[in-house]
């Protein structure tokens, strides 16, 4: 049987998975279906401690993840990790997403919805800001730089 109501989150770091447990915690799956949509590989990680992964201090990039997407989907969280939002359409209560490994874009229908995609850090109009091999620091990656 489907749950009542549907709670879209966008974001699947810090603010969007605190709000997707949350609302977990408040209400079982037969109460509330929450459908999860994070761009990139990984969930609930330490945007802190990526500068010490980068310098070596931190050795496993794990280290830094507090929950993984298959924690979250084990508590009935619907977690679509290599997926981006990319249209809300308030009126119509829906997300347009796009799989970034496949292509594919679908509409996911929400009764309540959580953005929760960050900020994007300002870059100081510094000589050689943008010069070959200066790269900002935000989200996870797969590698290190
Ligand atoms: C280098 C660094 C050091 C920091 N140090 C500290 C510290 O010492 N103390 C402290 O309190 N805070 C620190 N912070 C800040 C802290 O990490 C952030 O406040 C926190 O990560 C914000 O969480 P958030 O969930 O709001 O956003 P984010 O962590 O930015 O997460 C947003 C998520 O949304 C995803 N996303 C964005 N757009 C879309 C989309 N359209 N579709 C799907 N997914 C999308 C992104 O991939 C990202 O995973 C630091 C941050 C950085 C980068």
Do not use: N
């Not at 603010?15 to 999860?36: F, H, N, T, W």
């Not at 993840?65 to 997926?83: G, M, S, Y």
């Not at 870059?123 to 050689?128: A, K, S, Y």
């Amino acid at each position: 049987m489907a749950a009542a109501e549907r709670l879209v989150v966008i974001g699947g770091d810090a603010a969007g998975m605190s709000a997707a447990s949350q609302a977990r915690r408040l209400k079982g799956p037969d109460e509330l279906e929450i459908v999860a949509f994070e761009r990139g590989h990984f969930t609930s990680y330490s945007a802190c401690g990526i500068p010490y992964w980068v310098g070596g201090a931190v050795t496993e990039r794990d280290e830094l993840i507090a929950r993984t997407p298959e924690e979250h989907r084990a508590r009935d969280i619907d977690l679509r990790i290599r997926t981006e939002v990319t249209e809300i359409d308030v009126a119509g209560g829906r997300v347009r997403s796009r799989d970034l490994e496949s292509g594919g874009e679908s509409w996911t229908g929400f009764d309540k919805l959580v953005v929760a995609t960050g900020a994007r850090p300002v870059r100081p109009p510094l000589p050689g800001i943008d010069a070959p091999g200066m790269h900002g620091v935000q989200t996870s990656t797969t590698a290190r730089p």
